[in-house]
């Protein structure tokens, strides 16, 4: 059996982005978590918010350094895999890389340092500044990568001279067709990852009886929060669908499964098998003329299908068609989460209902996989394109032994298998070990110069606490 180089390389690429995203899904929530603890705690000095933000500030510190090593390997593997893509599309995508770097990469390195170690070296004013910056620059991180992944799904802005890409106009390039769209659903998908990842531990401290005040105040918040991004996000989403039946027609086609050239009364397909070689659908079940209105918001609206398009265009069906679902159907068991929460807390019971509890803590690392689920959509649904309908994948692959390839693919995953195990145990010890108590915090407090009515309030804490462990023995 020969091996496909092609083939090879886009395995090798998809392996290493795939275990990149899940490190800053995480961190852009968190951060973000972390400078609203952070700054709730200025504003009143309750405590548990400066517990919330030095308990998970170690957490996302390591998630950070993870995603930094990861991501570092994708740029090579574009000049390795991929020499003849920076040849041609440098001009624009480079830029967008070089922004990245230097306005986002700058600020989270730049004021990293103070936000994990200078909590008692500055004071609290420039501490909370420098945790905002970390945290804007992860959104900037985002912006600029999300831009230049667009500008490869629906390109504008350019000129091609002489088989290359020219800019135009920088400002279509950045803001092209499905950027807005992209760049929101996913710092969205990012705050609800962090959040039920904060929600999911929360809830583990519950049901362990474990540091009860703090999973109280967490959980509550998260809650919350999951009550006001997760509907939104899936208005978003509609949104975003609208647009990808503009542009990337195809696609659509995949993630619903329709396979007429064009149809009317599309049915919303809750199963169904894909079948590529027969260009239709085994084993379908559906809802009649739903997939028409949440496409085109009317019943009997038509929607182009993927018989419009030649065979060699279009992607991998089924690998489509199963990752939008399991992505949505995350999203939905979020929203009732969210509803499940709301129920049980005006019956005061948000926090001693097990089942609730279990499902929650379940829940954890749900929003890591969405994310991965989505990004599947949109990268296995572009394909074969690169640049979509302009330059194709098969086209700007490295010419590269395929046994090279396939060993340094290989490698790939036996280190970053090795790496994910050594993140997971270093996160499992720090909520094993769980946040800082309340005497360590209060010398914290005091070495930050805390006012004293806060170091009083914490005192009491801290006194109650120990009076409880007295009654308890």
Not at 109 to 137: D, E, N, P, Y
Not at 420 to 443: A, S, T
Request: hydrophobic residues 50%; contains cysteine; proline residues 5%.
């Amino acid at each position: 059996m020969e091996l496909d180089v092609a083939l090879l390389s886009r395995l090798q690429f998809a392996f290493t982005v795939s275990f990149h995203i899940i490190f800053p899904s995480i961190t852009i929530g968190l951060a973000t978590l972390i400078a609203i603890w952070e700054g709730l705690w200025l504003k009143t000095h309750n405590p548990y918010y400066l517990q919330l933000a030095k308990f998970w500030i170690k957490p996302f510190a390591i998630t950070f350094g993870m995603g930094v090593v990861s991501g570092i390997v994708l740029s090579y593997e574009f000049g390795t895999n991929f020499s003849k893509f920076s040849e041609i599309t440098g001009a624009v995508l480079g830029p967008l890389m070089a922004y990245e770097v230097l306005t986002a990469f700058f600020m989270e390195a730049g004021f990293l340092g103070v936000m994990l170690f200078g909590w008692q070296r500055v004071g609290r004013k420039l501490h909370f500044f420098s945790t905002v910056v970390v945290m804007v620059g992860t959104w900037f991180s985002a912006f600029w990568i999300i831009a230049a992944n667009s500008w490869m799904q629906t390109p504008a802005g350019y000129k091609i001279i002489e088989g290359r890409f020219e800019v135009e106009s920088w400002m279509a390039v950045i803001f092209n067709p499905s950027m807005p769209y992209r760049l929101t659903h996913m710092v969205m998908a990012s705050l609800i990852t962090a959040t039920f990842v904060v929600a999911g531990v929360s809830a583990y401290y519950l049901l362990k009886k474990k540091n009860i005040p703090l999973a109280k105040k967490g959980l509550s918040m998260c809650m919350w929060f999951a009550l006001v991004l997760t509907p939104l996000q899936a208005w978003v989403g509609d949104l975003h669908g609208l647009t990808v039946k503009e542009y990337q027609p195809t696609k659509l086609a995949a993630m619903e499964g329709i396979w007429p050239a064009e149809e009317e009364n599309v049915p919303l397909l809750l199963f169904a098998l894909p079948n590529m070689e027969t260009e239709s659908n085994d084993y379908e079940v559906g809802i009649p003329g739903l997939g028409s209105l949440i496409l085109t918001h009317s019943w009997d609206g038509a929607v182009e299908g993927l018989k419009a398009a030649p065979p060699e265009d279009r992607p991998n069906v089924p690998l489509v068609f199963w990752s939008f679902r399991v992505m949505v159907g995350i999203g939905v068991g979020m929203i009732g989460i969210a509803l499940w929460a709301l129920l049980l807390r005006r019956k005061d019971r948000l926090f001693e209902n097990k089942p609730f509890l279990a499902l929650v803590a379940l829940f954890t690392p749900t929003g890591v996989i969405a994310v991965l689920a989505g990004w599947y959509v949109v990268e296995v649904g572009r394909q074969p394109w690169i640049v979509y309908n302009l330059v194709r994948t098969a086209d700007i692959v490295s010419p590269l032994p395929a046994e090279r390839v396939l060993f340094t693919f290989i490698m790939f995953v036996i280190i970053y298998t090795l790496l994910l195990g050594v993140y997971l145990y270093f996160m499992r010890k720090l909520i094993k070990k769980g946040p800082p108590g309340m005497d360590e915090l209060e010398r914290q407090m005091i070495g930050m110069n805390a006012p004293g009515y806060a170091l009083a309030w914490v005192k009491n804490l801290n006194s109650d606490q120990s009076g409880h462990q007295q009654g308890d023995k």
